[in-house]
């Protein structure tokens, strides 16, 4: 049996995700149900993104920290 692989969706194709759901809810064409469906989509999407943003920072945050990048230095070495 083939397991399937999902790939975690990219900062910039959840932002364009995003973009197209505004444009959609602000359309005026969806019923109140399609509405909070994309309403309930976009507020995950929200998420996701500030969560990849939130790790991209902690990460940056890590790398220029002295003690990061002495880590980093030693772990180049040794390759």
């Known amino acids: 049996m083939a397991t ?3 790939k975690k969706p990219t900062l910039e194709k959840s ?3 995003l ?3 505004v444009e959609k809810m ?4 969806l ?5 909070l469906k994309l309403f309930e989509q976009g ?3 929200i998420s996701s993104c500030q969560k990849m943003l939130t790790d991209a920072k902690q990460k ?3 790398l220029t920290s002295k003690k990061g990048s002495l880590e ?3 772990s180049l070495e040794e390759e």
């Open 4 to 6: 399937k692989t999902t």
């Open 72 to 74: 980093l230095v030693e």
């Open 26 to 29: 602000e359309s005026g064409q």
């Open 15 to 17: 932002l364009l995700e």
């Open 43 to 45: 507020v995950g999407l």
């Open 60 to 62: 940056i945050s890590k």
């Open 19 to 21: 973009e197209k759901i």
């Open 31 to 35: 019923s109140l149900e399609e509405s």
